[in-house]
């Protein structure tokens, strides 16, 4: 199908483009890879589309001592390929990797994904985990969003209609700190049956060094926006205890109690149960591993990102 009728702007300035914004109360067009299927089948008809692809200044990524900032004309392909950026924020190369296709990746943006709050996707999920904010303006002035305050639900953001999201800013990881994420789908590059994300903080050092938080935040399962805590399953254990493991299967099996999930034509809801604790476990440990220093090799994503 195409599009309804609607008017198309390109405005050269953020300044131009917020007044657009404001004028009209239209669509903004990133990367279009969620957008353009959405006007195409009717689900959304705007009246006006404002594509902020000439914006000046939007496509840079600047990597400080605490954290990681990129703009919303940053592709994932970019942001992807990174090192700065992975080695700073490794969570966000890793999770990149398993956003759909090449092709996709070389236009749709990290921030678009973020802006579209669609509960399959990664980018949400790992902005969730890592706590960081969106930094939103409009013809009202600037303003930075908590990601705790960002997600409302599916689809649903704290982004007003005349706002546009300029830039996505997550933390550095720290020392003591691992995160890691997998997911399960039909094919490799299709949205998950179910994915995790997790992020583990050990404290103490060396052989002293024992788990003092974890949580997890989930892909198409679970609620949008919450992090999902397993602090008190695995707090107190060392990364190489034989404990661990039992552990681990604790916090799966505590993970299929407290995570929703639902059925679609892909997976019932109770397969999607099993695959969120299997995850569950399997990511956690990964986490632990690289808190401990086990790091997995970057390069192990950067090879299936070309697949
Ligand atoms: C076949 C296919 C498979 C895909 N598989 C995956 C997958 O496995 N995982 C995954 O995460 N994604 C997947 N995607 C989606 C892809 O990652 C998109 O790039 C992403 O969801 C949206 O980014 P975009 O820049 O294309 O946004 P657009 O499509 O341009 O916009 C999406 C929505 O966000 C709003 N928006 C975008 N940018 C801003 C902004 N700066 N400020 C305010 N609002 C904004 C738009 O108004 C619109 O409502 C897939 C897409 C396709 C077509």
């Known amino acids: 199908m195409k599009p309804s009728p609607l008017t198309y702007h390109r405005p050269a300035t953020l300044e131009e483009a917020c007044e657009t914004l404001s004028g009209t109360g239209g669509k903004v067009l990133a990367g279009g890879q969620s957008l353009i299927p959405l006007l195409s089948m009717r689900l959304a008809a705007p009246a006006d589309l404002i594509d902020i692809n000439q914006l000046p200044g939007l496509d840079a990524i600047d990597v400080a001592a605490d954290s990681v900032t990129f703009g919303a004309l940053v592709r994932h392909t970019a942001l992807l390929g990174d090192k700065r950026a992975s080695d700073a924020a490794p969570l966000l190369g890793r999770a990149l990797a398993h956003v759909a296709h090449p092709t996709i990746r070389n236009r749709g943006t990290t921030v678009g994904s973020i802006a579209h709050a669609d509960p399959a996707s990664e980018m949400p999920a790992v902005l969730t985990l890592l706590g960081g904010e969106v930094h939103a303006v409009s013809t009202r002035g600037r303003r930075t969003i908590p990601v705790d305050d960002f997600f409302l639900g599916p689809l649903e953001t704290a982004l007003a209609e005349d706002e546009l999201a300029v830039a996505v800013r997550v ?4 020392r003591g700190e691992g995160t890691a994420i997998d997911e399960l789908a039909r094919r490799h590059g299709d949205y ?12 103490g050092s060396g052989s002293d060094a024992v788990i003092d938080d974890a949580a997890a935040t989930y892909i198409s399962a679970g609620d949008m926006g919450r992090r999902y805590d397993f602090s008190d399953v695995l707090r107190g254990t060392a990364p190489d205890d034989p404990e661990l493991n039992a552990r681990l299967s604790r916090a799966g099996d505590s993970a299929r109690d407290i ?5 679609d034509i892909h997976a019932s809801a109770d397969y999607r149960s099993q695959l969120v604790a299997a995850l569950t476990a399997r990511v956690l440990g990964a986490a632990v591993a690289d808190a401990a220093g086990m790091t ?3 390069r192990d994503f950067h090879e299936r990102s070309r697949s």
């Open 171 to 174: 933390p550095r990881q720290s």
């Open 192 to 203: 998950a049956m179910a994915g995790v994300a997790a992020r583990v903080r050990l404290s």
């Open 259 to 263: 995570v929703d999930t639902d059925a």
């Open 296 to 298: 997995v090799d970057t």
